[in-house]
């Protein structure tokens, strides 16, 4: 599961890519102009640009992308079928392309690609707090945070996206599933209880920042 940053001023291919995407277990942010995604590159995992965009054209925030973060995965839309015109993409940065019209289902394999290429991260690291992603364990100041399975996915999720605000819904399908009952309040309850173990303040938060009418993120600093 992943952040897909997906940049195109087609309603419609927004719509059945997102739907697809969503399918697939990933959380997708959505951008219809160039120039307004540049702030939503910093929080993706992986970004689909379409080649012509409005403020910024898809090859500019491709190259934009690659400069400033050389680690995010690219798959460029294009309705250009020159091989020329795939090279300039290819040039810009585009770890790969796919030419419009295209299947969605080729789409996201082409993300579930990227994202391999890419790998998933095992470690991460936020001042005093570790998470080992791959042992499934936690640490603070060097001492074991005892966490259930739901609070270290929960925890992780947050994590793994600083900055990047999440909703209880979204938070409720990624780590409970999109076939659980749907009650949000059972994220309020484990934040608490995360927060209990880490020591956080929920007025002068360290680690997860409640966000007043949209949900709870992860700090960046």
Do not use: C
């Not at 309040?185 to 007043?212: C, N, Q, S």
């Amino acid at each position: 599961m992943a952040v897909v940053l997906i940049v195109d001023d087609d309603p419609a291919i927004l719509e059945i890519l997102t739907a697809y995407l969503a399918a697939e277990g990933h959380s997708v942010m959505i951008e219809d102009d160039g120039l307004a995604a540049l702030p939503l590159l910093a929080r993706a995992d992986v970004a689909i640009i379409d080649w012509m965009l409005p403020g910024m054209s898809g090859v500019e925030l491709t190259a934009h992308a690659r400069r400033e973060h050389p680690q995010l995965p690219v798959l460029l839309l294009t309705a250009r079928g020159e091989v020329e015109d795939r090279l300039a993409g290819l040039n810009a940065g585009a770890d790969d392309y796919v030419v419009k019209p295209f299947s969605p289902r080729e789409v996201v394999a082409r993300v579930r690609a990227l994202l391999r290429r890419v790998g998933v991260r095992e470690r991460i690291e936020a001042g005093p707090l570790t998470l080992d992603l791959a042992g499934r364990s936690a640490t603070l100041h060097g001492q074991p945070l005892s966490l259930s399975r739901t609070e270290f996915d929960l925890l992780t999720t947050l994590a793994q996206h600083p900055g990047l605000v999440w909703s209880r819904e979204r938070l409720v399908e990624r780590v409970w599933g999109p076939d659980y009952p749907g009650v949000t309040r059972v994220v309020d309850m484990h934040i608490t209880a995360l927060r209990r173990k880490l020591g956080d303040d929920a007025d002068a938060p360290t680690f997860i920042e409640t966000v007043r009418g949209l949900g709870y993120r992860f700090r960046e600093d």
